[in-house]
């Protein structure tokens, strides 16, 4: 009996935390779309992903290469984001040559 109750609990918690995890991705996501229609958004975009060092290399030769790559990391999963959410507007950044 115990062990059915805290396997239902353990099932209901789990699902409370996938449901919240699902609505911060879809606020995550609404977030980048709403930048990215816009010009200035896309200005802002483009400047955060050459910040973070996305579109060049990070290996320095000493440890300034760790956190370059943190930095990347970062602008990594806005990338990604962003072309989750909206390929077509990062195809037309490039394009444009930038935004």
């Given at each position: 009996m115990k062990q059915a109750f805290q396997s239902e609990f353990l099932?209901?918690?789990i699902q409370a935390r996938k449901e919240t995890q699902e609505r911060a991705e879809q606020g995550i996501a609404s977030a980048i779309e709403a930048i990215a229609d816009t010009q200035q958004?896309?200005?802002f975009l483009w400047w955060l992903l050459e910040i973070c060092g996305v579109f060049t290399t990070s290996y320095?030769?000493?440890s300034d290469t760790y956190?370059?790559?943190g930095r990347r990391a970062i602008?990594?999963?806005v990338l990604h984001r962003l072309v989750k959410v909206k390929p077509e507007i990062f195809q037309a950044m490039i394009r444009s040559g930038k935004t």
């Open positions: 099932a209901e918690e958004g896309r200005e320095t030769g000493n956190f370059n790559e602008g990594n999963e």
